[in-house]
């Protein structure tokens, strides 16, 4: 059976990751949620106090350990995707703006982005995967059927992560999140390892001024093209 892929990029906040499950859920597909594995191996450092010396090659090695032996789960819930690490429910705990940080203090270092690389392939099984992430087109999966950037202003960014983070009852500023998102950015779209941006042949849509709802239709309206 061919396995499709769908990969959707794009920065922080832009709602990949809540679009990507809807889509996986309309063709049930498998997800992938690439961003969670950063963030759940920025949290494990971060517990070990391994984070601020990723330069030093000794505790580079244990921290590639790490990466390769973290015991993941995705589990769907008709609140999103509960997030478990080391059986522990980190589904809000990964969505703050620290272990953001702590994410792209991981996405920056080859040898650990090498060892979780294996883990994102071993998502791409029949009949399809829906890969979210900054990288999926452009590194992980060039080959994917259909590849997707959606994007949207840092501001329009801040406003939803804001919004996000209020209903799941945790305390934020909106300055330091918008702060943080332009920081964010301009690391990822800097960074000699795999920058943030669109593959060659992405299909880009500009989310700012639209609805959850018309980018999904959008997204499924390119996707069944490439399909059919």
Known sequence: MTTHIITIDGPSGSGKGTLAAKIAAHYQYHLLDSGALYRLLGLALAKENRLDTLTDVENLKVCIEIAESLDIGFTPTEQGVRVVLNGEDVTKLIRTEQVGEYA???????????????????????????????????VVFPNAIAKIYLTASAKSRA????????????????????????????????????????ASDAYVIDSSELTIDEVFQTMKQYIDSLLA
């Open 104 to 138: 792209s203090k991981v996405a920056v270092v080859q040898e650990l982005r090498q060892a979780l690389l294996s883990r994102q392939y071993a998502f791409a099984q029949a009949p399809g995967l829906v890969a979210d992430g900054r990288d999926m087109g452009t």
């Open 159 to 198: 406003t939803r992560r804001y919004n996000q983070l209020q209903g799941m009852g945790v305390d934020a500023k909106i300055s330091a999140i918008l702060a943080n998102i332009e920081a964010r950015d301009k690391r990822d779209t800097e960074r000699e390892v795999a920058p943030l941006k669109p």
